[in-house]
């Protein structure tokens, strides 16, 4: 592997290229993004200047675009399901007809639009199994013309994996206590 790794945009977008540096920066931030300038430094050997001037630059070329902290919602109560929507040929309207409701949805956490057999994935959160019942028949009644076929699957449990892309054959010393996941 070379001194840097390449992130590929879609059409139009410029690509930007990552150095060591960079890398090593949202490896650890990947790890837990809470992490302070000051331990990503000692961390990493670099200046404090340096780490928040990097994470500045990443941050104003829109390659590091949120820090978000990962919620074991079992905790809180919640079962959480992903289930996978197939719908007949959908028009441009239909599908942002589709979107914006599963978006304005409060059990939807999240939407993915795909291709091959299913359109969108969507993650829910129920508190109960009757109440994941009541939302399966208000999405499907939402969409009686338009969806063929979905399938539901109950998330037991959910690993966050770090980007593979930016890690790779990076190692990292005086880690203790950062990951929420073990080497």
Avoid: C
């Amino acid at each position: 592997m070379t001194e840097s790794a390449r992130v590929i945009v879609p059409e139009g977008r410029e690509e930007k290229k990552l150095d060591l540096k960079d890398r090593k920066i949202i490896e650890v931030l990947s790890r837990n993004s809470r992490t302070p300038i000051t331990r990503i430094a000692k961390i990493l050997g670099y200046s404090k200047e340096v780490v928040k001037y990097r994470i500045d630059k990443l941050i104003k070329e829109n390659i590091i675009t949120d820090f978000y902290a990962v919620v074991d919602s079992s905790k809180l109560g919640f079962n959480k399901f992903n289930i996978y929507l197939e719908f007949y040929t959908l028009s441009k309207e239909d599908e942002k007809f589709i979107i914006d409701y599963l978006l304005s949805h409060p059990n939807v956490s999240w939407i993915i639009t795909t291709s091959g057999k299913w359109d969108f994935m969507i993650q829910i959160y129920t508190k109960t199994i009757t109440e994941l019942d009541l939302v399966l028949m208000e999405i499907s009644s939402k969409f009686v013309n338009l969806l063929k076929e979905y399938e539901l699957y109950v998330i037991t449990q959910f690993h966050h994996i770090r980007p593979k892309f930016i890690s790779e054959n990076i190692k990292l010393e005086n880690v203790k206590n950062l990951p929420y996941h073990p080497e």
